[in-house]
């Protein structure tokens, strides 16, 4: 009998196995802290891919781009700046990844360097005038990334952090509370953030924010992209109802927000992860806002790292232009 029950029961759990979808795939994607664009973001998609017989499971991690590179997780994100540097161990990594392959742009991050409006900074070629005299915000111990996005902002003009008055600060967010503070003059603010917001209206009694525009002239594209090559710029009209554009119209950077995976990860699961995600904005947007900004047909730019195999084919199938 006890044989029997043996028999019985290794049958029932080969008929449970038998009964799993065979697309069904159990993969790991690795977000930021709750709260964070990455967790947000890591939140959405694996909602998506487990739509799609993806058994997705994610995973708050900080720095976790070098264990996608040795295969301990499956997915993860990063802005495209941050991605060919991790790839190549420059600018804020020390190694290299080469492991690391692109899945595709999630949705564009916008963002740009800020200044108290009273302060007269409208353009770049005010505040390298006026660089010797003004504090910037510098370091962002927790988020090295940073920096790169202000040297690209100051390349465009022409001038480089060490012709400012130089203040450290913790993070992203510390960088702008401090903007807010008067503790520095000059701080990188996203379009729209909550943070930008909140020192703007500490900053009434000055006129609030204001964004720096960039020099969008072609040698000022060119010192931009030198610095930042997977960024662009962009212009963003005047808007009475988004903070720093209150008054005048603004060329800011843009960064793809994209996924990333490892070289080993078998191309069909990815071709179905890229395609679950290119064909998804709707579900995507619901559970993230931030997806209305997706575009399919811009999923795919240049970088320096390389596209997946299981992303291309997608790529190709649905006709989107890989480099552009």
Partial sequence: ?????????????????????AAAQVVT????????LAYNSGQAVAKVANEVGITARTQPLVGYLPLINNGEVDFGFSNAVEAAFALTGTGNYDRKNPNLRLVGTMFPLTTGLMARCDLGLKTVADLKAKASSLRIASEYTSSTIIPFYIGGGLANAGVSYDEFKKVPVASFVAGI??????????????LNSGAG??????????????????????????????????????????????????????N?????WMMLTNADVKDDLVYTMTKAIAE???????????????NAEKMAPKNEMPYHPGALKYFKEANIKVGN
């Avoid at 903007?179 to 520095?184: A, R």
Wanted: glycine share 12%; hydrophobic share 45%; net charge positive.
């Fill in 197 to 250: 917001k909140q020192a703007s209206v500490k900053l009434q009694s000055h006129g609030g924010l204001c964004y720096i525009s960039l020099d969008k002239s072609e040698t000022g594209t060119a010192a931009f992209k030198d610095f930042l090559p997977a960024g662009n710029i962009v212009s963003i009209p005047q808007n009475k109802n988004i903070n720093g554009l209150q008054t005048a119209g603004a």
């Fill in 29 to 36: 994607i690795a977000t930021g802290a709750q709260g964070s």
């Fill in 280 to 294: 998804g904005k709707d579900a995507l947007k619901a559970s993230f806002g931030a997806f209305g900004r997706a």
């Fill in 252 to 256: 800011l950077m843009r960064i793809p």
């Fill in 1 to 21: 009998m006890k044989h029997l029950t043996k028999l019985l029961g290794g049958v029932a759990i080969a008929f449970a196995v038998s009964s799993v979808p």
């Fill in 177 to 190: 509370n401090a903007l807010g503070d008067s503790l520095v003059d000059v701080a990188l603010v996203s």
